[in-house]
T-cell receptor, first 113, second 116 residues
Framework: KQEVTQIPAALSVPEGENLVLNCSFTDSAIYNLQWFRQDPGKGLTSLLLIQSSQREQTSGRLNASLDKSSGRSTLYIAASQPGDSATYLCAVAIKAAGNKLTFGGGTRVLVKP | NAGVTQTPKFQVLKTGQSMTLQCAQDMNHEYMSWYRQDPGMGLRLIHYSVGAGITDQGEVPNGYNVSRSTTEDFPLRLLSAAPSQTSVYFC???????????????FGEGSRLTVL
């Protein structure tokens, strides 16, 4: 069974520091990996989707890397801002599970002004 | 653009009552799904649909029913509510199935359900 883990569960950084968020998964036979942001009391917003054939994907200050062989993805957020405070979740689409995304538990981020 | 719209946002039920959570999307997405989010359990897939007339079970389907008569709508029915169904429910859609390059998932704002 695919397991997706995000450590740490929470972190706090001063404004301007780069954020590094980790996601690990146990089954490397994936189709893609997606990163989401969730604000309190809100739904999830898609940030980046990385196909299994890709090594990284970039959007503005966000960069996500994927290392399938080691079962890891990292989301980098450059020059963090207080508005980046949210919970970040990763999810993987694995070949054995058809149309199911398996989610990690999320990392709650606080960027202090 | 409305995106994915869920109603109601909040609902309180008594044990044994039934209700329907509504979900509609205006992006012409083929794939739609329902998740529940619980503290310590993360997001878990309840049911999903890959097109009108086609539905399938996810991880935690018991106690829930779905149908997909149109591309736009994917309601979730609670047949006989139980306290264990107290949760936040999210509807999500994507252009194609979630494993594809166009499988980016778009979520609604959520429906918070309490069963007493």
């Amino acid at each position: 069974k695919q397991e997706v883990t995000q450590i740490p569960a929470a972190l706090s950084v001063p404004e301007g520091e780069n954020l590094v968020l980790n996601c690990s998964f146990t089954d490397s036979a994936i189709y893609n990996l997606q990163w989401f942001r969730q604000d309190p009391g809100k739904g999830l917003t898609s940030l980046l989707l990385i196909q299994s054939s890709q090594r990284e994907q970039t959007s503005g200050r966000l960069n996500a890397s994927l290392d399938k062989s080691s079962g890891r993805s990292t989301l980098y957020i450059a020059a963090s801002q207080p508005g980046d405070s949210a919970t970040y979740l990763c999810a993987v689409a694995i070949k054995a599970a058809g149309n199911k995304l398996t989610f990690g538990g999320g990392t709650r981020v606080l960027v202090k002004p | 653009n409305a995106g994915v719209t869920q109603t109601p946002k909040f609902q309180v039920l008594k044990t044994g009552q039934s209700m329907t959570l509504q979900c509609a999307q205006d992006m012409n997405h083929e794939y739609m799904s329902w998740y529940r989010q619980d503290p310590g359990m993360g997001l878990r897939l309840i049911h999903y649909s890959v097109g009108a007339g086609i539905t399938d079970q996810g991880e935690v389907p018991n106690g829930y029913n779905v149908s997909r008569s149109t591309t736009e709508d994917f309601p979730l029915r609670l047949l006989s509510a139980a306290p264990s169904q107290t949760s936040v429910y999210f509807c999500a859609s994507s252009y194609t199935w979630t494993g594809s390059v166009t499988g980016e998932l778009f979520f609604g704002e959520g429906s918070r359900l309490t069963v007493l």
